[in-house]
């Protein structure tokens, strides 16, 4: 019986060491940033082979690190609410188990486990920024784009080619008096959604469009609108990308 627990015992601490990380205190003077990076990206891995990789983080006080669009708005902070894509066998766990950080913190998460299907995995990173907009904290959903796990020979499946990666871009004018026009970039042709919300999340404008691969405009009507501030997206069901607007007749 004891030597049956002690095995029990074992492999939950081989488990444990290897889906826990710990934050690399190196990152901690550094402004804002994700490592790796896409450039960098995550290493390969091979179907039947553990894979162990850790993301870091280190949360900014202006969210205009994250995003030009909302620099000024201060960040209280950020939750990781899922990895899009990933392969098949592999899961991800933060060292707080709300995946939650605070600004000015480090923190990480780790991807591990082992594949079971082989391919190119265009994944993101799906966060909630919570800033403080008016002294009032208000969510703001975020994607860390453009990384990719590749398993084994990425011919042997095509899983990661219908993936797309969606990049809006800041409205011109912004401020804007009666119109304004936002663009935003797609790597598939396919349906999206676009709309425009309210910071009580009421959604006052909605649009099913189908995007072209490359650069897409949306011109969008401002003079309906209040003076105020306004967040939009655009969405594929898979990937959801949010700015600012403001309104200002």
């Known amino acids: 019986m004891k030597k049956l627990l002690f095995i029990t015992f074992s492999l939950f601490s081989f488990t ?6 710990v934050p690399d205190p190196t990152y901690a003077d ?19 082979v553990y894979y162990d990789e ?13 995003d030009s669009s909302f620099a000024g708005q201060l960040i209280d902070s950020i939750i990781l609410s899922s990895v899009t894509n990933l392969p098949p066998g592999l899961t991800y766990q933060c060292d707080i188990p ?13 991807i591990s486990g082992t594949p079971t299907t082989n391919g190119s995995y265009q994944i993101s990173l799906d966060a ?18 453009g ?3 590749n398993i084994g020979p990425t011919s042997d499946n095509t899983l990661g080619s219908s993936f797309s990666n969606l990049t809006l871009e800041n409205p011109v004018p912004n401020p804007s008096n009666n119109s304004t026009n936002i663009g935003y970039r797609s790597t598939n042709s396919e349906n999206v959604s676009f709309e425009i919300t309210n910071l009580l999340g009421e959604i006052l404008l909605q649009e099913n469009l189908v995007s072209n691969i490359g ?35």
């Open 147 to 149: 990384y990719s796990i």
């Open 30 to 48: 550094s402004t804002f940033g994700v490592w790796p990076t896409p450039q960098t990206n995550f290493p390969s891995g091979d179907v039947g």
């Open 128 to 145: 909630t920024v919570w800033t403080e907009i008016f002294l009032t904290p208000f969510p703001v959903p975020y994607s860390f784009n």
């Open 16 to 21: 444990f060491t290897y889906s826990q990380c």
């Open 98 to 110: 709300s995946c939650t950080w605070n600004y000015d913190s480090v923190g990480c998460a780790n």
């Open 54 to 66: 850790v993301v870091y983080f280190k949360v900014p006080r202006d969210a205009g690190n994250v």
């Open 215 to 249: 650069l897409n405009n949306i011109s969008v009507n401002t003079s309906i609108f209040p003076n105020g501030i306004y967040l939009y997206s655009i969405s594929n069901g898979q990937v959801r990308s949010t700015k600012r607007l403001i309104v200002h007749h």
